[in-house]
Nanobody, 118 residues
Framework: QVQLVESGGGLVQPGGSLRLSCAASGFTFSSYAMSWHRQAPGKEREPVAAIRSDYGTNYADSVKGRFTISRDNAKNTVYLQMNSLKPEDTAVYYC????????????WGQGTQVTVSS
């Protein structure tokens, strides 16, 4: 059974930091590109950061220089370190794993709420 379980969300003041974790199980984690997405109230879900199986990374322009994605294949876990948080970072953050191997397969977690407010 495939599971992606996010944790680490919460309430933080502007300028603060949070570290999100996503623990994966039920699939070959190391062969999947892992990513974080977010959805703010009234807005569409948007990609935030991604890390490929070769550890190459990509970031949305809005988070470059503030967020860092990393993965630990030994723990089947992907992380998102978020620094210098802004109120506009408030959203539900989702973890996803995806792979194209003849067919496209993707999995999604249930999300964790991040609220940036004073």
């Amino acid at each position: 059974q495939v599971q992606l379980v996010e944790s680490g969300g919460g309430l933080v003041q502007p300028g603060g930091s949070l570290r999100l974790s996503c623990a994966a199980s039920g699939f070959t984690f190391s062969s999947y590109a892992m990513s974080w997405h977010r959805q703010a109230p009234g807005k569409e879900r948007e990609p935030v950061a991604a890390i490929r199986s070769d550890y190459g990374t990509n970031y949305a322009d809005s988070v470059k220089g503030r967020f860092t994605i990393s993965r630990d294949n030994a723990k089947n876990t992907v992380y998102l370190q978020m620094n210098s948080l802004k109120p506009e970072d408030t959203a539900v953050y989702y973890c996803s794993g995806a792979r194209y191997y003849g067919t496209y397969t993707d999995y999604w977690g249930q999300g964790t709420q991040v609220t940036v407010s004073s």
